[in-house]
T-cell receptor, first 115, second 113 residues
Framework: EAGVAQSPRYKIIEKRQSVAFWCNPI?????LYWYQQILGQGPKLLIQFQNNGVVDDSQLPKDRFSAERLKGVDSTLKIQPAKLEDSAVYLC?????????????FGQGTRLTVV | AQKVTQAQTEISVVEKEDVTLDCVYE???????LFWYKQPPSGELVFLIRRNSFDEQNEISGRYSWNFQKSTSSFNFTITASQVVDSAVYFC??????????FGKGTLLTVNP
């Protein structure tokens, strides 16, 4: 079974530029998460989708971050404009819709460096 | 609100020692799920185990074992006879009724040869 795919793996941009990350979840997984993991910290949930609807985006900095999940499958996360403090690993995860069934499976992440 | 606390930020042991990683959680949900994840230096989060709130039976899987105690809101993880390859950051996580997965800050485990 293919895992969660993310691209790119690494990205370096200058502050105030924009960047986009892509995620393809495990086939059949209705729930998709985007997490931000700053070095030395635990992952922090940015946004959670169930199919193509947003379940939780309370910690998403909406003035600069946006995310969409068209057709309930792939998702993109965008930052515009980027700030130095956005440097982190952005993790995408997916899980089955059925309550608690299985764990959330994570992709390898995109390491963003803002200079 | 959900909260996961991993009080141990770093643990260092010598190979073959047993080590227990602590996790304490808070939730108002009556149905919830607890998880442990491993994050090796490569960075990918690897799912280890899931436990639901109705199943307090402890589990052993090879060198890994988990102790879930609802009375103390704890979900501790023990590695028996640790190995160098066990060196990683370990995260405890909680998912409640809204499917939101909340992580602790992680415990860095270093196993020295």
């Amino acid at each position: 079974e293919a895992g969660v795919a993310q691209s790119p793996r690494y990205k370096i941009i200058e502050k105030r530029q924009s960047v986009a990350f892509w995620c393809n979840p495990i086939s059949g997984h209705a729930t998709l998460y985007w997490y931000q993991q700053i070095l030395g910290q635990g992952p922090k949930l940015l946004i959670q989708f169930q199919n193509n609807g947003v379940v939780d985006d309370s910690q998403l900095p909406k003035d600069r971050f946006s995310a969409e999940r068209l057709k309930g499958v792939d998702s993109t996360l965008k930052i515009q404009p980027a700030k130095l403090e956005d440097s982190a690993v952005y993790l995408c995860a997916s899980s089955l819709l059925v309550s608690g069934q299985g764990g959330a499976f994570f992709g390898q992440g995109t390491r963003l460096t803002v200079v | 609100a959900q909260k996961v606390t991993q009080a141990q930020t770093e643990i260092s042991v010598v190979e073959k020692e047993d080590v227990t990683l602590d996790c304490v959680y808070e939730t108002r949900d009556t149905t919830y799920y607890l998880f442990w994840y491993k994050q090796p230096p490569s960075g990918e989060l690897v799912f280890l185990i899931r436990r639901n709130s109705f199943d307090e039976q402890n589990e052993i899987s090879g060198r890994y074992s988990w102790n879930f105690q609802k009375s103390t809101s704890s979900f501790n993880f023990t590695i028996t006879a640790s190995q160098v390859v066990d060196s990683a950051v370990y995260f405890c996580a909680l998912r409640g009724s809204n499917y939101k997965l909340t992580f602790g800050k992680g415990t860095l485990l270093t196993v020295n040869p």
